[in-house]
């Protein structure tokens, strides 16, 4: 009974706009005006046991690919990298972002990567005494 009550209140928020993060990285749009617009597609993972453990907050990797996965198909980022490596380890015990650089943009725009960490910060729980990682 418990099991299924649980399951309903998923369900429930679900269907109101509430979201819990999915075990894999999931798709996201991080849509913003800082001093100029900013449109990234990411990815995001937390670990299997991130919505049974609300008390726990967790460390946060930002991975950057590579020029070959720059566009606009968020789901490319999934063949090699960190979110491919992550489809197979659903315990990895950090929050993993992986934002996609827009085709023939590289990685120079440091006040996005900043607003989305503080997107990305204020919509998971991530702790804020852990150093960022970098992982490439």
Do not use: K, N
Not at 53 to 60: A, F
Not at 110 to 136: G, M, S
């Amino acid at each position: 009974m418990q099991r299924l009550l649980s399951l309903l209140i998923l369900l429930a928020s679900i269907g109101c706009g509430w979201s819990s993060p999915a075990p894999h990285p999931h798709a996201h749009v991080f849509d913003a005006t800082i001093p100029h617009r900013v449109h990234l597609s990411y990815l995001v993972f937390v670990r299997a046991s991130y919505a049974t453990t609300p008390e726990t907050h967790w460390p946060l990797i930002l991975y950057l690919h590579g020029g070959s996965l720059r566009g606009g198909d968020v789901e490319r980022l999934r063949t090699v990298g960190s979110p491919h490596t992550l489809e197979s380890e659903p315990d990895f015990p950090f929050v993993v972002v992986s934002p996609q650089s827009p085709a023939g943009e590289i990685w120079t725009d440091v006040e996005a990567i900043d607003a989305l960490l503080d997107r990305v910060a204020h919509d998971y729980r991530i702790d804020p005494a852990a150093h960022l990682q970098y992982w490439a």
